[in-house]
């Protein structure tokens, strides 16, 4: 959580105070989210859920993905990219990351296969993906889009929204994330009919409240509504965030300017349009790295837990579904599909990880403390560079 304050306390008493706390009402706080979410992202449609991870499952259920499918993720992602995949019966299939720490348009070309349905660009620690070249890569093997955003809510790609470039894109608002509401999350899309499969995934008596009920698509799924109360908060942390990302960008270029001749900054797609939320260095080795994570006050992204596939202990050991007969891993349908994990699988993204330490930056930090970052990354790097090598 980076900024949360008195205005989201009474836009919560306001809910309070008015009894209406369900979300389908006219003029109701989750649909003026939705309305504005989707204006500041320049798409047609947005829906609110209980979290980035159902917003995840309601873009895969949106565009029919299922047993017989093969998504792609890239292995470094929170876990919660590729059980979505497994929520919707598919398998995730594991792919390389690049020194920018994000999916590999290359892996993506060598991965995709006759089972590949669609791939899951995520938007890690803020930063953009390559857009243009995973765009490009996803129309010649015809792979549907879905961005994962959760982490870069608010960023963009060249000009470009993320979460707006892909077929769909997913956010989350959790505490962790650039705006919150607690727990939540939404998808976005250009596309009508997908947007009306989201809705119903989300809520299976959505089109029943919107007085729609001719619409209906006709599924069952579980719930994932969000309430006025996220709604309301949201509201107001929308009116925070350009504040806040142009903040961090601010920070991520001095300390870019500042740095840069004393340890190699990780090559990145969109500085300018990107979160700005953290610093990535990379360092020459795994031993280094840690040790300059240490005194700049960092951490090496291989220690950042279910952020790395090899942590991903229920999808490598195919524990896909509560009951055995409902796991995407022993449905006949997916046979065919690719899913001998091992931990070694991407060793390359595992040595990316290993030697890339992540400094975070927040929209409050004063001039001073920001200073004070800067000495600590440029002592870490002058001390490894003493030892022999930054
Ligand atoms: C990249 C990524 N994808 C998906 C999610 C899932 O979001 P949530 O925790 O809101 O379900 C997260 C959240 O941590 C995330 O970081």
Not at 25 to 40: D, Q
Not at 218 to 227: M, P, Q, V, W
Not at 297 to 310: F, P, S
Request: contains cysteine.
């Amino acid at each position: 959580m980076y900024e949360i304050g008195q205005e989201e306390i009474d836009a919560v008493a306001r809910v309070v105070r008015s009894g209406r706390l369900f979300r389908y009402h006219e003029g109701g706080e989750c649909e003026r989210f939705e309305t504005r979410w989707a204006e500041h992202l320049g798409v047609r449609h947005a829906r609110m859920t209980a979290s980035g991870t159902t917003a995840l499952t309601a873009a895969m259920m949106a565009v029919g993905i299922g047993p017989g499918d093969e998504v792609i993720v890239p292995a470094c992602t929170y876990m919660a990219t590729a059980v979505a995949v497994l929520a919707a019966g598919a398998i995730p299939v594991i792919v390389d990351i690049d020194e920018t720490t994000t999916l590999d348009p290359q892996a993506l070309a060598d991965a995709a296969g006759p089972r590949t349905r669609a791939v899951v660009p995520v938007h890690m620690w803020g930063l953009s993906c390559d857009m243009d070249a995973i765009m490009h890569v996803a129309a010649e093997h015809d792979l549907i889009v879905i961005e994962d955003a959760c982490q870069a809510v608010g960023g963009g790609f060249e000009g470009r929204m993320l979460g707006s470039i892909g077929h769909l894109g997913a956010f989350s608002f959790n505490y962790y994330k650039n705006i919150t509401c607690g727990e939540g999350g939404a998808v976005v899309t250009n596309d009508g009919e997908a947007f009306q499969r989201v809705a119903n995934a989300v809520d299976c008596c959505a089109f029943y409240w919107s007085g729609r009920d001719e619409e209906y698509p006709g599924f069952t799924a579980n719930s994932a509504r969000a309430s006025e109360f996220e709604g309301a908060i949201l509201n107001v942390q929308l009116d925070r965030l350009p504040g806040m990302l142009d903040s961090m960008r601010r920070q991520k270029k001095r300390v870019l300017a500042a740095v840069r001749d004393a340890v190699r900054p990780s090559p990145c797609h969109s500085l300018d349009h990107e979160c700005g939320a953290s610093n990535l260095l990379l360092l020459d080795t795994p031993e280094q790295a840690e040790a300059f994570a240490r005194e700049a006050g960092g951490v090496v992204l291989i220690n950042t837990g279910r952020h790395v596939y090899t942590e991903w202990d229920p999808v490598l050991r195919h524990r896909g579904a509560h009951h055995d007969a409902l796991n995407p891993f022993a449905l006949p349908q997916n046979r065919g599909c690719r899913m001998d994990y091992s931990p070694d699988m991407c060793a390359r993204s595992l040595d990316i990880l290993r030697r890339t330490v992540r400094v975070d930056n927040h929209p409050r930090t004063s001039a001073e403390k920001l200073e004070e970052r800067i000495e600590r990354i440029r002592g870490a790097a002058a001390h490894l560079a003493g030892r022999g090598g930054a």
